[in-house]
């Protein structure tokens, strides 16, 4: 029997990765949605009225399996991935879109529902209960099941449609990252560049079996050059390729893969009677519309602005005193801010790095984790894992009771897609009684050890494994009764709130003597050095809030558009999109939208925006936990109770506010941002 589709028979019933074979997925695959079209006819075929248990119950904890088999293949589609596996991809996503609209367009299905639905008032169900009565009955109506039967088969065309070509613009930018580099055979064409990112050069070099240095689109690699070198010739080079991601014109090109994307989204939200893909999105989140969602970015944009407007000049003055430069450009921006920096605040990554090795960064997330929320990390290796990389821990509470497995995996490679994210390998519910704990695992692209140096954080790699290790918190401390409400099954403009709080103790004196030790002194991090840190936490906010607004009105531009039929170009799109939010001139041969992975291939589609909204959430929450200390048990305690153990079992603002004691106030995050007095 396919190990894929039993129970496993593991330590927690994790993952059996390496006993896995790549051959294995599609077969077990098919076999699950087999097995979950039978629980599904076993719903259907019931002769006794529609209850709540019967039907909606019983069809939350259907296809378990299923989605066991599904999230391992598509977390290594994206962490350990190969073209066998992305051959693979392309074969099960179909089959899955057309199951998951086997389900949504089912009549018989959709009665018992409706049945249920109807006569919730005469109910006696919990709040979460009712949630997820609400939940499923819109998962139907929302998906076409009050569709005429000739609508429901185009909805599933459309569908299958957009699984395959999110997959292939996915494919290709991930193809185009890895296949460009910039090979420097001539010491001195890396000059300003730090030791470590020069050994790291040397060694990618060794790797692909040539002599000098290796510069690669990989973040780790990309990043430093941008930063650092003074060669500015060959920082444009790697810009411009960074850039032109999928605007190649060539096998790669996503140009009309986005056209069809936004196309087809469209004209799916049409058929469900949505007037745009945004409308479709949004009336699911806190949000709840576009025009919302526009009000919200544009008078962000209001503040942040006039503040952009300055830091720009500034730094377009110094770039020009410096060395002459007549116009900035893309890829002076990271260079010059960096040398900016350092002579007002005196402070560049290279000084904090050696004070963040990676191990003393997750012991501190893991010492501030226990200190707020009572938790105890064990690294054990008696988990299997789906690469050497990747460290497996067991997460207990206070009293030593078993609370989640938690997988970590830092390095990139070439299997790896760019970024850093959070997933569930399992997620956590209540069934016969027992509380099933989860399995979470983060994932980023740090800086590798070298020979000589261990692993050593930039303070933005910092600020990202807290980020990730807050949504792993809203996954492992999940504590709800159903699969499909649990952890971070919650509205995506509220999913960043937990993420982002936790970045806030990564700037505070407290947190960081717990765990920025110097690698080769053991040395505390210097109070100066924190205090520097703070002050240059504003530093060229309001360009940085620009940046993000500008994302934020590209989503919303190819999402919220009543007409994407009549986009022709997504570069002449795009620029319309920036006008409001640009700073440097625009640079023809790149295009932003052709390698907007968060949109176009993850589930970010018209929720660009959340990042900012939960910004405004959590600059309110970290305001309560100040007024009562950084390590309140109390605040803690609160924020466990309605936030991080509650999921989507209620709206969020309701579970905010109970957290809070009131609404979140945009003041907080304008005052932390410098864009209004404190």
Not at 255 to 279: E, S, W
Not at 446 to 451: H, R
């Amino acid at each position: 029997m396919n190990i894929l589709n039993k129970p496993f028979d593991t330590q927690f019933h994790t993952a059996p990765f390496s006993k896995i074979k790549n051959e294995d997925f599609l077969p077990a695959i098919k076999k699950g949605i087999e097995d979950a079209k039978a629980e599904i006819d076993a719903i259907t075929n019931n002769t006794e009225a529609p209850t709540f248990q019967n039907t909606i119950e019983a069809l939350d904890f259907s296809g378990e399996q299923l989605d066991r088999i599904s999230s391992i293949f598509f977390n290594l589609n994206s962490a350990e991935t190969n073209d066998e596996i992305q051959k693979i991809a392309q074969e099960v996503s179909p089959l899955l879109s057309e199951f998951s609209n086997d389900i949504t367009l089912n009549e018989t299905l959709f009665k018992r529902v409706k049945a249920v639905y109807d006569a919730k008032d005469s109910l006696d169900l919990t709040t979460e209960q009712l949630t997820l009565l609400n939940k499923k009955y819109k998962g139907f109506s929302r998906n076409g099941a009050n569709l005429p039967e000739d609508k429901k088969q185009q909805l599933r065309d459309i569908d299958k449609e957009l699984s395959k070509l999110k997959l292939k613009f996915g494919e290709n930018v991930l193809a185009e990252t890895n296949k460009y580099e910039l090979h420097i055979t001539n010491e001195a064409d890396l000059d300003g560049l730090p030791e470590s990112a020069k050994e790291e050069a040397k060694q990618t070099a060794e790797q692909k079996g040539k002599d000098g240095w290796m510069i690669t689109l990989q973040y780790p690699s990309y990043i430093p050059f941008m930063t650092y070198a003074k060669n500015r010739e060959l920082r444009k080079k790697l810009a411009l390729a960074f850039g032109a991601k999928g605007f190649n014109n060539d096998t790669l090109d996503n140009q009309d893969i986005v056209l069809k994307i936004a196309k087809l989204r469209h004209q799916r939200a049409n058929l469900l009677g949505y007037k745009t893909h945004a409308h479709f999105v949004l009336e699911e989140r806190m949000a709840k519309n576009p025009e919302t969602v526009n009000t919200f970015l544009n008078n962000l944009l209001e503040k942040a602005k006039p503040a952009a407007e300055r830091e720009f000049k500034t730094l377009s003055d110094f770039a020009k005193e410096l060395d002459g430069i007549e116009q900035l450009q893309k890829w002076d921006g990271g260079y010059y801010s960096e040398k900016l920096k350092q002579k007002l605040f005196d402070l560049d990554d290279e000084k904090l790095k050696p004070y963040f090795q990676l191990e003393n960064v997750i012991n501190g997330v893991f010492t501030i984790a226990e200190k707020l929320y009572g938790l105890q990390f064990e690294e054990i290796n008696t988990i299997d894992k789906y690469h050497d990389d990747v460290l497996t821990y067991k997460v207990a509470d206070s009293d030593g009771n078993y609370i989640s497995v938690f997988y970590a995996d830092f390095f990139p490679r070439a299997g790896k897609r760019n970024g850093a994210w959070m997933t569930v390998y399992k997620p956590q519910y209540v069934k016969n009684g027992e509380n099933s704990r989860p399995h979470i695992s983060i994932v980023c692209n740090f800086t590798k050890p070298t020979k000589t140096k261990p692993s050593l954080l930039t303070f933005n790699e910092v600020t990202t494994l807290f980020h990730e290790f807050g949504h792993a918190l809203h996954g492992m401390l999940a504590n709800t009764t159903y699969p499909s409400i649990s952890g971070t099954s919650v509205f995506w403009d509220f999913v960043e709130l937990p993420s982002q709080v936790l970045e806030n103790w990564c700037y505070e004196k407290e947190a960081l003597e717990l765990f920025a030790t110097h690698y080769e002194t053991g040395e505390v991090i210097p109070m100066d050095l924190i205090e520097k840190i703070k002050a240059s936490a504003t530093f060229h906010e309001g360009m940085q809030t620009l940046r993000q607004l500008s994302f934020g009105l590209l989503d919303m531009s190819w999402h919220a558009n009543e007409a994407p039929e009549t986009i022709n170009s997504v570069k002449a799109h795009e620029q319309k999109a920036f006008e409001n939010t640009k700073l440097y001139p625009d640079v023809a041969e790149n295009c932003m939208s052709t390698s907007f992975s968060h949109i176009f291939q993850g589930g970010y589609s018209s929720g660009y925006y959340s990042y900012k909204w939960a910004e405004v959430l959590d600059a309110d929450a970290f305001e309560f936990f100040k007024e009562e200390g950084i390590f309140s048990k109390n605040v803690a305690q609160k924020f466990k109770d309605n936030v991080l153990s509650q999921g989507g079992t209620e709206d969020p603002m309701t579970l905010y506010k109970r957290f809070r004691g009131k609404e979140p106030q945009p003041e907080a995050l304008l005052k932390r941002a410098g864009l209004i007095e404190k």
